[in-house]
């Protein structure tokens, strides 16, 4: 299997067709990026487990956490189409949880705390196949949070809407918080939409989490920014406080807007935004109707966005820049050690240059 993580100096993508309107464009661009079959690889591997593992079915009015506390190393849990009003917890390593029609998690926008599905310190865990709806704050909701040593987690094909907080609040949330990096996170063919944030993230990676990829997914109508990698903030001070060794590509952002957000009530928003993550690679990803298409900085002194590649993305009609870089301040952190190259800007081309720009290497992007 090719490391899409592991890019170094690789040539940006030729030949890659004009992407057309919404969803088709992503998906056209994915099968080009990933054309060696890393995706069928992926999907392989699910069904050779599921051949060898033992299975498990919860019908619509039976209870998913007792069939995830009695689950062994291995068990594929099927859920049956039906709506489900519990939070879940994923006690056990090697625990796929799998969605089949449609499997509905609905929390009746009572207050939350905390994730709907919560995975801390797992192992080989799958959450595939649900919608998770209507997550109303308490302190920070979120439909999926990973965090702790977690390591090989997948969260793929799920339909995220209608998670709301003033303050805080996230679709999925990936935040390593030990010593131990959290490892190989793969969030893939998700759908996260119609969700008021506050001051969070639809999707963010915070803290010490070495290697994931973000591929495939479609972000859209939310008022605050769209996928978020987060270094410096302090999640991951117990270890290497910085995510890392990253791949987002082939993904659909559009109408990323903070001006009916009440925490800024103005345009602040990126659709993808590097905040301080290191060593990532931002490719073939189509970016709508956002305040700025892909923002690259740091908002702390002395840190900085650093070795990421910027290519082979569409960004169309931002409302203040297509592609930002540095600090919104001299006394923020910037972006150092960069290209953003092959992208294609229309309706707004601006690339802007903020404050603690080094070493960055901008061409042969074009602009319409």
């Known amino acids: 299997m090719t490391d899409w993580n592991s890019y170094e100096g690789f040539a940006p993508a030729t030949g890659v067709k004009a992407l057309r309107d919404h969803a088709h464009e992503a ?191 479609t972000i859209r109508d939310n008022d605050n920014i769209g996928i978020d990698i987060i270094g410096g903030e302090g999640v991951g001070r117990k270890g290497i406080d910085r995510a890392r060794k990253g791949l987002i590509a082939g993904n659909l952002i559009s109408n990323i807007d903070t001006r009916k957000n009440p925490t800024y009530n103005r345009m602040s928003a990126a659709g993808i935004y590097v905040d301080g993550g290191g060593d990532i690679t931002i490719r073939d990803n189509v970016v709508k109707n956002s305040n700025y298409g892909i923002e690259l900085a740091s908002e702390r002194k002395g840190w900085a966005a650093t070795d990421i590649r910027v290519f082979g993305n569409r960004i169309e009609n931002s409302h203040l820049a297509a592609i930002s870089l540095g600090g919104g301040k001299a006394s923020n952190g910037g972006v150092s050690n960069s290209r953003i190259e092959n992208n294609t800007l229309t309706g707004n081309t601006r690339i802007w240059k903020q404050n603690n720009v080094r070493n960055v290497h901008i061409g042969d992007n074009k602009t319409f």
Do not use: C, W
Request: aromatic letters at 2%; a positive charge; hydrophobic letters at 35%.
């Open 27 to 217: 998906r056209t661009a994915l099968s080009n990026v990933f054309a060696d079959s890393t995706l069928n690889e992926i999907r392989q591997g699910s069904l050779e487990r599921a051949q060898s593992a033992s299975e498990v079915h919860v019908r619509a009015g039976e209870s998913i956490q007792r069939a995830i506390d009695k689950a062994q190393p291995g068990t594929i849990i099927n859920v049956a189409e039906g709506v489900y009003r519990e939070k879940l917890d994923i006690k056990r390593d090697g625990i796929t949880l799998r969605g089949h029609g449609r499997a509905v998690i609905d929390m009746g926008d009572k207050p939350l705390s905390g994730a709907v599905i919560n995975i801390s310190g797992r192992r080989d865990v799958t959450i595939d196949g649900f919608e998770i709806r209507n997550v109303k704050g308490g302190e920070v909701p979120t439909a999926i949070r990973v965090d702790g040593a977690s390591s090989n987690i997948k969260i793929i094909n799920n339909d995220i809407h209608g998670i709301k907080s003033n303050r805080n609040a996230h679709g999925i949330a990936v935040f390593g918080d030990r010593a131990q990096p959290l490892r190989d996170v793969l969030i893939q063919d998700n759908r996260v939409h119609d969700l008021k944030l506050g001051q969070s993230e639809a999707v963010v990676i915070n803290g010490n989490v070495e290697g994931f990829k973000i591929i495939g997914n």
